[in-house]
């Protein structure tokens, strides 16, 4: 950790040649308050998580790490969490390889329209309050993105993989994970102060989806409309002729202007 600019998030790190997930090696230490802000980094996972269920291709090369936090933000804060933690990875992509990705509703980071980054945030609750979050984050580092296209190819809305290999970049891993850490740091007293509006403003100027024709997956089935903004708590708004609807977590898929 030398070099490290935060005060709080990793200060402590873990770091494992190979597991099964970082975000489970990250559960199991999240309900000990002593770990807060923790680290834990992996080379390579064997059973690395997605959202909604799904495999996250993790071989070395990549950025594969976990974070625990014990916030002081409630259930509705929370929900904007993710969505603030991939504008988080885009300012520090920005910063460090002065490459500008895309943000995707609700937490992808996009190159090209292809995947470059994802977000997983688990949360424990006790009597509807926020006990702990343990943030995942996926950076296509340097890896094949033909060999995980490959293996990805009949994931229900898989739209490619993107690597930061081809930007032929000098930095070190570590480095954009400082980056990363100091940029999350930020907004994650943004989150506790009750200061959503910088961040949905952030959000809003890097995000892909708005203005787009977009369709969602969701629990209650699928939703189709024009993405126009996203609600503080990280909901997004679509409107279709007459109707909005308000919707909090689904898979998109982007059907054009
Ligand atoms: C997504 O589906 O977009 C989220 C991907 C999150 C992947 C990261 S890699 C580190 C951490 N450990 C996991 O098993 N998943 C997350």
């Given at each position: 950790?030398?070099?490290?600019?935060?005060?709080?998030?990793?200060?402590?790190?873990?770091?494992?040649?190979?597991t099964d997930s970082t975000q489970n090696q990250a559960l199991k230490m999240a309900q000990d308050p002593e770990r807060n802000g923790a680290i834990i980094v992996a080379e390579k996972q064997t059973i690395g998580r997605g959202r909604s269920g799904r495999k996250w291709v993790s071989p070395k090369g990549g950025i594969w790490f976990s974070i625990i936090l014990h916030p002081k933000f409630d259930i509705s804060t929370a929900t904007l969490?993710?969505?603030?933690?991939?504008?988080?990875?885009?300012i520090a992509l920005e910063k460090t390889l002065?490459?500008?990705p895309e943000l995707k509703w609700p937490n992808d980071l996009t190159v090209r329209g292809k995947k470059l980054a994802g977000m997983l945030v688990d949360a424990s609750l006790e009597s509807n309050k926020i006990e702990s979050l343990v943030l995942g984050v996926g950076i296509n580092f340097?890896?094949?993105?033909k060999k995980i296209e490959?293996?990805?190819?009949?994931t229900p809305n898989f739209y490619g993989v993107a690597s930061l290999s081809e930007y032929k970049t000098k930095i070190k891993p570590v480095e954009l994970v400082q980056s990363f850490l100091v940029e999350l740091e930020k907004i994650y007293k943004l989150l506790n102060s009750g200061q959503t509006k910088k961040i949905i403003s952030e959000w809003t100027k890097r995000s892909s989806t708005i203005g787009k024709n977009v369709k969602i997956n969701t629990v209650e089935g699928e939703i189709k409309g024009k993405a126009i903004r996203i609600d503080a708590d990280g909901a997004l708004i679509l409107s279709n002729n007459s109707n909005t609807n308000r919707v909090i977590a689904g898979d998109i898929v982007h059907l054009g202007k």
């Amino acid at each position: 950790t030398s070099g490290l600019k935060t005060k709080m998030i990793g200060q402590q790190a873990f770091y494992f040649d190979s597991t099964d997930s970082t975000q489970n090696q990250a559960l199991k230490m999240a309900q000990d308050p002593e770990r807060n802000g923790a680290i834990i980094v992996a080379e390579k996972q064997t059973i690395g998580r997605g959202r909604s269920g799904r495999k996250w291709v993790s071989p070395k090369g990549g950025i594969w790490f976990s974070i625990i936090l014990h916030p002081k933000f409630d259930i509705s804060t929370a929900t904007l969490f993710p969505i603030a933690s991939a504008l988080a990875l885009a300012i520090a992509l920005e910063k460090t390889l002065k490459v500008s990705p895309e943000l995707k509703w609700p937490n992808d980071l996009t190159v090209r329209g292809k995947k470059l980054a994802g977000m997983l945030v688990d949360a424990s609750l006790e009597s509807n309050k926020i006990e702990s979050l343990v943030l995942g984050v996926g950076i296509n580092f340097n890896v094949d993105v033909k060999k995980i296209e490959k293996n990805l190819s009949s994931t229900p809305n898989f739209y490619g993989v993107a690597s930061l290999s081809e930007y032929k970049t000098k930095i070190k891993p570590v480095e954009l994970v400082q980056s990363f850490l100091v940029e999350l740091e930020k907004i994650y007293k943004l989150l506790n102060s009750g200061q959503t509006k910088k961040i949905i403003s952030e959000w809003t100027k890097r995000s892909s989806t708005i203005g787009k024709n977009v369709k969602i997956n969701t629990v209650e089935g699928e939703i189709k409309g024009k993405a126009i903004r996203i609600d503080a708590d990280g909901a997004l708004i679509l409107s279709n002729n007459s109707n909005t609807n308000r919707v909090i977590a689904g898979d998109i898929v982007h059907l054009g202007k």
